[in-house]
């Protein structure tokens, strides 16, 4: 059975997703009159998608400004990087066989990644890459992780933002998801493990790097 969003947390799904398309930055405002006219919603439906962001680390109150998308600190990326091994590095320990919708999904991702790398839009690029890890995640077959991981990646999301070169911060993945997805797809769990691991390791290096230039 599937519960009915109030119209509070579908406002706040659609402002997530687009913290993970990119769309709303890290020091974005998030101005309450301009929501209420946006979504013919009520000041309170508004504050109450707001309070939902700020619940999961999107958005922070900022005194005589506001509500603003948040900015991450070095140990709150280290600690999302955590989460990360623990449910992506466990979804291919225990996954069985791709289905063919689980294998379509994953394409789908990385097709939308090769399209968004060939015409430069390394924003896009960022977006699809999590996109593909949430499939992987996707495979443990839990509702609630599948909604924790959303959260997730709208957090690594403002990390990546964080980045002065977006083409050199996001070049090097595509090829290593491809990686991931074949092996994946030829039933090779232990090795996908393996460049999986390897994979956060060094995009848990790069993320923290950003951090030694702010």
Not at 35 to 44: D, G, K, W
Not at 118 to 145: C, K, M, N, Y
Not at 191 to 203: K, T
Request: aromatic share 6%; charged share 25%.
């Amino acid at each position: 059975m599937t519960l009915s969003l109030s119209l509070a947390d579908q406002i706040a799904l659609e402002l997530r997703a687009d913290i993970i398309g990119g769309r709303l930055l890290p020091g974005m405002p998030l101005i309450e009159a301009d929501l209420v006219q946006a979504y013919n919603a009520s000041r309170n439906t508004i504050r109450e998608a707001l309070h939902r962001l700020g619940q999961e680390g999107l958005t922070r109150y900022v005194r005589n400004k506001g509500v603003m998308v948040r900015r991450l600190d070095r140990d709150e990326v280290r600690d999302l990087f955590v989460v990360r091994r623990t449910l992506e590095l466990q979804a291919i320990a225990h996954s069985v066989a791709l289905t063919g919708d689980q294998a379509e999904h994953m394409q789908n991702a990385i097709d939308a990644t090769t399209l968004a790398r060939e015409r430069e839009d390394w924003r896009a690029v960022a977006t699809h890459s999590l996109l593909f890890h949430q499939q992987i995640v996707g495979l443990i077959g839990s509702p609630l992780f599948d909604e924790f991981f959303a959260r997730v990646i709208a957090q690594l999301r403002l990390v990546f933002c964080a980045a002065p070169d977006e083409r050199r911060f996001q070049l090097p993945w595509l090829e290593r998801d491809c990686e991931i997805y074949t092996l994946l797809a030829n039933g090779n769990k232990l090795a996908a493990q393996e460049a999986m691991s390897l994979y956060l390791h060094d995009s848990e290096r790069l993320s923290l790097a950003l951090f030694d230039h702010s």
